[in-house]
């Protein structure tokens, strides 16, 4: 008689009618079901076949598959094949669409990357119930191992193998570590094979051969990695139950560790240890740090062809990161195999685990090693779902479940909750777009069928963009589908008849909310100062900006990248863009001039995750370009037309749109208009004309010519002064700005047509001292109240 009573593995197996039949003893085998043996009743007869469950069933049915695991089953599978046929249809109108937002090869990359993000995750969560020796909730443990059996790629939990073969842990291990070298040889065989097949009929494919069998053999590495290392260890993880003293197999209790059959075993799993848990993150490392250097450069990743065969390995990963492959192979190891040997069904051994789990959390957080910001983002929340289902764990080893009386069935629900996190991120970024169509139902819908509707699903180059951004500016109403905007002001209607200005908007693709606005406007100013000004060569930040610079040198045909951010009202998150500038003269009309950009995808240039972490979203400007055209009746004056065409990105980037677009319409009529009562290069002319008659003693006036930037400085400095001191002379009678003349030498009083701006808060990064006006425009008092042309934060591009 024993009083050192273990648990049944699952309480189903027991024969409870045993209870309380005073000191009467029973064999082991009489305490469990019919069906069940070994020391917790969780080993099956001859004749049974354990389910997901744990239950050991009669074999009356081929297969043992519960609805549950078919329904995921078929949710995976519909999955990948919607991805593989959105794959191979990529020349199809839907592949384009999604094209213009990230290439063939990014979106690949983007797949594989989550796929595998969740599939180490689920790998290293879904063994914690044999690595830990903790029972979670029946409603948990069955769903994990449904899970498992498709991450761990473990067949024989889904059908009943157990009824046609001899099925132990011995097989699996063999099973395990054998196929895989078995695979691996097959497609170097099936590779060479078609090798001297292609090089019979001439052909030479023997780098494309190669580069598939070393992707395929290292994508099987990852999958296999974690599950058969985790088999490996399990070899050697052996423990006693009650007074019995033999020694069993955690992994299966029909098996004695002390049989000399055992001992072998260990033997078999010690060679395949240097094979598979040591021998796979050796080989990663073996293969990425002979090529680190190239790995470290963006350029050197998609110039060099030898690196293709191992992208699998750093291609999802920031440049400086190309490491975190090996990383994740030992981080993976640690938090699972390894912790066998740890303290094994102790709370310690848990405790253990959490403090890895935090360990890879901090490191997630801090490197962000992917090159998306979406992927980091997935990544942490499956770190932090590990973390609470291990705290889960230690709940139930310290028994808080019972002292507290949790209710099983609600603790099992919370933790598959906390396990579909990741899933339901990656849910919500997937149909994020979908939904964002589907809620535009509730905008303005605007309906035509005109010639002139949009530009082809195929790529144009830039000349062709000129050409249609050109005849969108100078088409009909009846040709383009533009429409008048409704002006639902009395401000709005004096507005326009004192710019005289038409603003009309219109869907870009014939159906849907509007998305495109047109301007067409006249100014008494020459086409070349205007075309100055938009060119904006200083990069000066004008309204509701936050940052504007040039990236790279501008070309030859005056081709020249910027990045734009600019500030919106909240709940709204700030925005930028990358845009393509082209600029050239109008082949429609003799005289004219066009000006016009589009957003580019160029993560090297600047990635989507560096505007992440600046806190900005990115947006895509699909069209954004001026025209210029000389009036015939008035060669003094000037019309210009506006088109702008912008996705605001984000799920309710909807709702600013219409007010967006109309406001920003303004904000270049009013910013162009005010370019006509200033006399800039003639001030200009006669500023540097007087500098040179001066010439401070010196014979050579050349050498006393103001430079643009001196001017650039001086207009400035007057006009920021003009407006504030006319503003602001009622409200702040007892406050007078002074400037002495020494802040002001060197910078002049020549004022020209460039609009006021905001201070840039990137001018002083580099420990430059401020000027002073930077320091006065910088008082919140002054810049909070200062005139705006339009409602602060309402423009849009």
Not at 3 to 28: H, M, P, Q, W
Not at 144 to 168: E, T, Y
Not at 259 to 267: E, M, R, T, V, Y
Not at 770 to 793: A, C, G, V, W, Y
């Amino acid at each position: 008689l024993s009083f050192n009573v273990e648990r049944c593995y699952v309480d189903e197996a027991c024969n409870n009618n045993l209870v309380g039949k005073g000191n009467k003893t029973f064999e082991a085998d009489q305490q469990c079901l019919e069906g069940h043996t070994g020391p917790i009743c969780n080993v099956c007869l001859k004749g049974y076949s354990k389910s997901i469950g744990g239950i050991c069933a009669p074999c009356g049915a081929l297969v043992n598959i519960p609805v549950k695991t078919l329904a995921i089953g078929a949710v995976c599978f519909l999955f990948v094949m919607a991805v593989i046929s959105c794959i191979k249809n990529r020349h199809s109108q839907h592949f384009n669409r999604m094209a213009r937002h990230m290439n063939y090869k990014s979106l690949v990359m983007s797949v594989r990357t989550k796929f595998k993000i969740l599939v180490s995750y689920y790998q290293v969560v879904s063994q914690y119930e044999q690595i830990l020796k903790v029972r979670f909730p029946r409603i948990f443990e069955e769903w994990m191992r449904q899970i498992s059996s498709f991450v761990n790629l473990d067949a024989v939990k889904l059908g009943s193998f157990d009824c046609f073969v001899h099925n132990d842990f011995y097989v699996k291990l063999v099973a395990y570590t054998i196929i895989p070298i078995i695979l691996t040889i097959l497609v170097v065989l099936i590779t060479t094979v078609l090798n001297l097949v292609y090089k019979a009929r001439g052909l030479d494919r023997s780098e494309q051969l190669r580069n598939f069998a070393v992707e395929f053999l290292l994508g099987l590495a990852f999958l296999i990695f974690s599950s058969v290392s985790t088999t490996i260890f399990d070899t050697f993880n052996c423990r006693t139950f009650s007074d019995d003293p033999t020694n069993y197999l955690i992994a299966d209790q029909s098996i004695s560790c002390d049989d000399p059959i055992h001992a072998k075993f260990k033997l078999f799993a010690a060679a395949m240890m240097v094979i598979y848990p040591f021998g796979i993150p050796s080989l990663f490392t073996s293969l990425l740090i002979p090529i680190r250097h190239d790995l470290k450069e963006a350029q050197a990743r998609k110039d060099n062809p030898k690196l293709v065969k191992t992208a699998f390995l750093w291609g999802m990963y920031e440049p400086h990161m190309w490491w975190f492959e090996i990383f994740e192979c030992v981080r993976r190891l640690s938090m699972t195999g390894m912790l066998i040997f740890v303290a094994p069904g102790s709370a310690s051994q848990i405790v253990a685990a959490m403090l890895l789990s935090i360990l890879s959390i901090v490191s997630f957080v801090h490197w962000r090693p992917y090159v998306y910001e979406e992927d980091d983002d997935l990544a942490i929340a499956c770190q932090l779902s590990i973390f609470f289902t291990i705290f889960g764990a230690l709940l139930i080893r310290v028994e808080v479940d019972k002292d507290d009386e949790y209710d099983g069935e609600t603790f099992g629900q919370v933790l598959i909750g906390v396990n579909l996190i990741a899933v339901l991120m990656l849910s919500t970024n997937f149909f994020r777009r979908p939904l964002g169509y589907l809620m535009r139902i509730f905008n303005n819908d605007h309906r035509h069928n005109s010639e002139v509707i949009k530009m082809g699903d195929e790529t144009y180059d830039d000349d062709e963009f000129m050409d249609y951004f050109e005849k969108l500016a100078l088409s009909s109403p009846g040709e383009s589908g533009f429409k008048k905007v409704k002006l639902d002001s009395f401000s709005w209607v004096h507005w326009v008849k004192e710019k005289k200005a038409l603003l009309e908007w219109r869907n870009s693709e014939g159906n849907g909310p509007i998305n495109e606005g047109r301007v067409r406007f006249k100014i008494r100013q020459s086409i070349d100062v205007i075309a100055k000004w938009l060119e904006n060569e200083d990069c000066e930040l004008r309204v509701s900006v936050l940052q504007h610079y040039q990236i790279g040198p501008t070309g030859k045909d005056g081709k020249r990248v910027r990045y734009t951010a600019r500030k919106l009202h909240w709940p709204h998150r700030n925005r930028d863009y990358l845009v393509e500038e082209v600029r050239r003269e109008s082949k429609m009309v003799p005289g004219g001039f066009i000006f016009v950009g589009r957003s580019i995808y160029d993560d090297e240039i600047f990635s989507t995750k560096k505007s992440n972490k600046l806190g900005f979203v990115r947006s895509q400007m699909k069209i954004k370009g001026y025209m210029m055209l000389p009036c015939e009746d008035d060669p003094e004056m000037t019309e210009v037309i506006f088109i702008v065409n912008v996705d605001m990105q984000g799920w309710f980037a909807h709702s600013k749109l219409l007010f967006g677009i109309k406001w920003g319409l303004k904000h270049i009529v009013d910013s162009i208009s005010a370019l006509q009562d200033n006399t800039h290069e003639s001030n200009l002319l006669s500023a540097r004309n007087l500098a040179a008659e001066v010439n401070l003693g010196n014979t050579e006036p050349s050498q006393y010519i103001l430079t643009d930037e001196d001017f650039t400085e001086m207009s400035k400095a007057r006009r920021t002064l003009k407006a504030i001191s006319n503003s602001f002379t009622k409200v702040f009678d007892s406050f007078k700005v002074r400037t002495s003349k020494k802040e002001l030498q060197g910078h002049g009083e020549e004022e020209q047509g460039i609009e006021m701006e905001t201070p840039n808060p990137l001018r002083n990064e580099n420990n430059d001292p401020p000027h002073p006006l930077e320091k006065l425009m910088s008082n919140p008092d002054i810049n909070r109240s200062r005139p705006q042309l339009l409602k602060s934060n309402s423009v849009i591009f």
